[in-house]
């Protein structure tokens, strides 16, 4: 089974940046895309981030370009969301989630196999 476990989330103000990990246990990590998505309170989850299985290529979503940026470092299994100039309407629950075997980006939340339990982030004005 494969488990996979945020952290870095939490409080801060606006214009403030955080990290996000995610770990992801088992050793087949580097074989798959993986992607943050976020849901805030009250609305449907929205895909943030990919980011291909070597690393080479990354996707973000338009209402995060410039500011948030996604990596990761197969030999630690991890996988980092840096998200910068933080405003309050980033507030939500913030999700990793790993994409089916061969794709290159998904976007798609239902085609995402495995899901973290999301760490909050909470941006004060």
């Known amino acids: 089974q494969v488990q996979l476990v945020e952290s870095g989330g939490g409080l801060v103000q606006a214009g403030g940046s955080l990290r996000l990990a995610c770990e992801v246990s088992?050793?087949?990590?580097?074989?798959?895309?993986m992607d943050w998505f976020r849901q805030a309170p009250g609305k449907e989850r929205e895909f943030v981030a990919a980011?291909?299985?070597?690393?080479?290529?990354?996707l973000h979503a338009d209402s995060v370009k410039g500011r948030f940026t996604i990596s990761r470092d197969n030999a630690k299994n991890t996988v980092y969301l840096q998200i910068n100039s933080l405003k309050p309407e980033d507030t939500a629950n913030y999700y990793c989630?790993?994409?089916?075997?061969?794709?290159?980006?998904?976007?798609?939340?239902?085609?995402?196999?495995?899901w973290g339990k999301g760490t909050l982030v909470t941006v004060s004005s």
């Open positions: 088992g050793r087949t990590f580097s074989w798959y895309a």
């Open positions: 989630a790993r994409g089916p075997l061969g794709a290159t980006l998904p976007t798609q939340a239902a085609d995402m196999d495995y």
């Open positions: 980011i291909s299985s070597s690393g080479r290529d990354t």
